[in-house]
């Protein structure tokens, strides 16, 4: 697990002991980067270690993403990787293939000596250089092969075919010939022998761009037998980040899909089934966190997750029914996810009850605060906090300790005003975010080394929600709504008619 930062120490405990928010030393923990949530951090670092699910309930702005993020740094990178092989028999039921990390770093050292080694063409024997298209056959000079005549005497890079004495159209063939074997510009492979510890073997050398490949005995036993083996594709890497993100996935996104193929899988012109198959979300993240934020907005397809949670296998199919890969389906493909859903707590009634129900049997739900007590040492989580912002956003300065102040006095008028709480601060750090950076894009503008009062002071007049922006101007957000309306719209529209006038007027429906 990440540990805090070594310096942290040094680092100021109280506001008092504060000049500028650059003093601040952020946790290399992420778990301790998110200010005021103690009960849901406890709980998330169990959840981390025991793989519970998790269920972050409150309002927009209060850190659920960041914990959920911040759960799945918590984890054991992943260990396994997944496969989808060519099925002989039938093509159209691939087979799974589940390989570890031992597994997957022996087959990469085999795949390297399969792929040989790269030489300089220079290094290359004479007449292999001139047969794969480096070497000038006239006048020796190398060049690349994609030049198919020499840069130096402007011949075929390749052996001409001369014209004879007693030819009188000797000159044109000839021309015609050279110019044919210069478009040639070598082959792409040549096959030899060469001597070696005192024995005679086969060596391959094949073009690689600029440089030669070089394939001898054993690379070329390694190749055959990868040859042998059936086809694959890797759909989950074993190199991934353990942290997926499928808030407002579409159905494909979420669970997988088989791309189309216009020629329906046909084994010479089109591409095979396994090869078109694609993992969802609940795949990918498998051994790690599959975080859907809104989560109600999934509609019915939260019992998919369900099935995913419950079985922790779920088959890729082909989704479309106009497509080549509607006939395709590859089963149990591993999906052991710990699952981490977020939602306001309006939308809660939305979240299915099986799914709930999976939550509470294996794992916590947790009421994320919107508030924390008035104390110094909140007070100084605040400051933290906005030493994380500034860094996080990386364009602005620092703040001074003024700056910090009266963004913790904000705070706490936001507490009051919307929370009607009193002798405390705000949780909903979004919008205090917000304030932090319009500050900070206006310390820019002056060229300004840090973040002042009289910018935080400048921000809270240009950074305000436009429905405020509204009622200071109007008295009310409905008096705007009725003066954004001109007079002859409101002749002229129906729709403006019908919320204007009687309703019982029969003109309202022409």
């Keep these: 697990m990440p540990k805090e930062d070594e310096h942290s120490e040094k680092s100021p405990r109280l506001l008092d002991e504060l000049e500028t928010t650059e003093d601040i030393k952020i946790s290399s923990d992420p778990l301790q980067r998110v200010i005021g949530q103690d009960e849901a951090v406890r709980l998330a670092r169990i959840a981390a270690s025991q793989r519970r699910h998790f269920l972050l309930v409150g309002p927009p702005g209060t ?107 000797g000159d044109l063939l000839g021309g015609l010939v050279e110019v044919t074997m210069g478009q040639m510009a070598g082959r792409e492979r040549v096959t030899t022998t060469r001597k070696r510890f005192g024995k005679e073997e086969v060596v391959v050398f094949e073009r690689a761009g600029e440089m030669i490949k070089v394939l001898d005995q054993q690379a070329l036993e390694k190749r055959r037998e990868l040859e042998k083996e059936s086809p694959k594709k890797v759909i989950v890497p074993i190199d991934r980040n353990p942290f997926v993100l499928a808030t407002g996935a579409s159905e494909v996104e979420l669970l997988g899909d088989v791309r189309h193929d216009p020629y329906g899988g046909h084994p010479q012109l089109g591409t095979q089934p396994y090869d078109r198959v694609v993992a969802g979300a609940i795949h990918s993240a498998h051994q790690g966190v599959l975080f859907v934020d809104e989560l109600p907005l999934l509609g019915h397809l939260q019992r998919f997750i369900l099935t995913g949670m419950q079985e922790k296998r779920f088959p890729i199919a082909g989704r479309n029914p106009q497509s080549a890969g509607a006939s395709v389906r590859v089963d149990n493909v591993p999906c052991d996810f710990i699952f981490v859903g977020a939602c306001n707590i309006q939308d809660l009634p939305h979240i299915m009850s099986p799914l709930r129900s999976r939550i509470n049997g294996g794992g916590y739900e947790v009421l994320v605060e919107t508030v924390m007590p008035d104390t110094e040492e909140n007070r100084f989580k605040l400051t933290q906090f906005v030493a994380q912002e500034i860094v996080m956003d990386a364009r602005i300065p620092h703040a001074s300790r003024e700056a910090v102040e009266l963004i913790i006095e904000e705070a706490k008028k936001r507490a009051k005003t919307i929370d009607n709480k009193d002798k405390s601060l705000t949780l909903r750090l979004r919008e205090l975010g917000g304030l932090v950076r319009a500050a900070g894009d206006v310390a820019v503008i002056e060229n300004a080394t840090l973040i002042e009062a009289k910018h935080i002071k400048d921000a809270l007049k240009r950074a305000r929600p436009v429905e405020e922006q509204i009622k200071e101007r109007y008295g009310s957000y409905m008096g705007g709504v009725a003066s954004d309306v001109s007079t002859s719209e409101k002749e002229s529209s129906p729709y403006h008619y019908w919320n204007y006038h009687v309703h019982d007027d029969k003109r309202g429906y022409s």
């Design 63 to 169: 850190g659920k993403s960041m914990i959920a993020q911040a759960l799945s740094l918590h984890l054991s990178r992943p260990t396994e990787e997944i496969r989808v092989v060519h099925n002989p028999e039938n093509p159209e039921r691939p087979l799974v293939e589940v390989k570890g990390f031992d597994e997957v770093t022996k087959e990469l050292e085999s795949k390297g000596y399969a792929e040989g080694e790269f030489i300089d063409p220079k290094e290359a024997p004479v007449n292999v250089a001139e047969r794969l298209g480096y070497r000038c056959a006239s006048c020796g000079t190398y060049s690349s092969p994609k030049d198919s005549f020499c840069p130096k005497c402007a011949r075929a890079k390749i052996a001409q075919v001369r014209s004879t004495p007693n030819n009188p159209f």
